[in-house]
């Protein structure tokens, strides 16, 4: 015996159900193809939000792991000290401290010469990553050229170029930064921190493993720098994901609003599928009450019909949901495997739980006028 079978054998009443939706297959499919549509409507709105999430923040990169240290121009401080980085690198910890000097000055290589920033960094390997080449850690000698200088000039590892009338072999092209990044070099290039002829630093980037640890770091260095004068101000990347992720959040609870309205449409066509079908069984609902079936025989047999209608349209509308999850992550991201996250997940069991409760109550009112019907009246009809 199927697990199908045994299922019917065990509650009667779905089988009683089964048969009548079968029995009127044009009414039961456009009450399905409704509920398919809600369901359809609400897991693909909220899969829409969670994938433009993912595409915005992703386009971040890792930012939110990110502080940035800078002078407090409104305390008149103009540039960091010495002292003031060895207070930050304390107050960081374990995370990569990265103090920076930058100016503009021209740079040339083959007979052509841009003007560009330079900047000096005794410590870029904790900040880029090679295109191509070694970069030293430190960085005592040579220079690093970024990915888009280096295409405009040509330059490669290896050659020789002329940066503020001083040369520098190239040790390293470094690899292109995807999303945004406070300290992106693409178009500049990097030298020795000694070698920028400026006086203290403008900036320190400091990386931390999580944006639980930037925060708890920014707060770190707030104590240790700021405690007798406003030395420093702190942008906190972590804040803007944050307020971005709850945007979005917001933006996916709306369009899950937008979907919803179908699903109510489809709610009120159950309901007028449903009081259709009592009205022409009603010879029907009489004879079971005369035969001894009870006033609550007749709602479950009814409500179970209500019921099927939505777990059936629910599956429907989760298999189409998929598909079209897929496809928008494959437009947004050109990832449809993204359709298939978790996040994503919550979506198509919210779009099948609110379909099966949405037919499940819209089948309550016809079931309980069905329940109320004299099985006198209902057979002299």
């Known amino acids: 015996m199927s697990r199908v079978a045994d299922l019917y054998r065990r509650f009667p009443t779905l089988l009683i159900a089964r048969r009548n939706l079968t029995r009127t297959t044009a009414r039961t499919t456009l009450a399905v193809l409704g509920i398919v549509i809600g369901v359809v409507a609400i897991a693909s709105l909220g899969v829409f939000g969670s994938v433009l999430q993912t595409a ?6 890792d930012i939110g792991n990110q502080l940035v240290v800078t002078p407090n121009a409104e305390e008149g401080v103009t540039s960091l000290t010495d002292r003031d980085v060895r207070a930050i690198e304390r107050a ?29 960094i005794s410590n870029p390997a904790d900040a880029f990553e090679a295109g191509s080449g070694r970069i030293p850690d430190p960085l005592r000698g040579g220079a690093l050229v970024g990915s888009g200088l280096a295409g405009d000039l040509d330059v490669r590892a290896g050659d020789s170029i002329t940066v503020a009338n001083r040369t520098y072999r ?6 292109e930064q995807g999303g945004f990044s406070p300290l992106n070099v693409g178009a500049g290039v990097v030298v020795p921190v000694e070698q920028v002829n400026v006086t203290g630093y403008q900036q320190v980037v400091v990386q931390t493993e999580t944006g639980e640890a930037a925060n708890a770091t920014a707060r770190a ?66 004879v079971l009450r005369a035969v001894g079936y009870q006033r609550r025989d007749v709602i479950k047999i009814l409500l179970a019909e209500a019921t099927l209608l939505g ?26 495997a993204m359709a298939l996250r978790p996040d ?31 099985p006198v009246d209902a057979l002299r009809s």
């Open 56 to 61: 915005a923040l992703g386009s971040l990169g």
């Open 92 to 120: 960081a910890a374990d995370a990569a401290v990265v103090p920076l000097k930058q100016t503009r000055a021209s740079v040339s290589y083959g007979g052509a010469t841009v003007a560009t920033t330079v900047y000096g």
């Open 170 to 175: 190239v040790r390293a092209v470094l690899a």
């Open 221 to 286: 260095v707030r104590e240790s720098v700021n405690d007798r004068q406003e030395r420093v101000s702190i942008i906190e990347f972590s804040q803007i994901t944050d307020q971005i992720g709850s945007f979005f959040d917001t933006l996916s609870l709306f369009l899950i609003g937008i979907g919803s309205i179908s699903l109510v449409v489809a709610g009120v066509s159950i309901l007028n599928v449903m009081l259709m079908s009592t009205i022409e069984r009603r010879e029907e609902i009489g």
């Open 311 to 336: 777990v059936i349209g629910g599956l429907a509308g989760v298999v189409l949901s998929v598909g079209a999850g897929a496809v928008i992550a494959q437009f947004a991201l050109s990832d449809p």
């Open 344 to 374: 994503a997940a919550v979506y198509y069991l919210a779009g099948f739980f609110f379909g099966v409760v949405t037919s499940a109550v819209s089948g309550l009112y016809p079931a309980w006028k069905a329940a109320r019907e004299r």
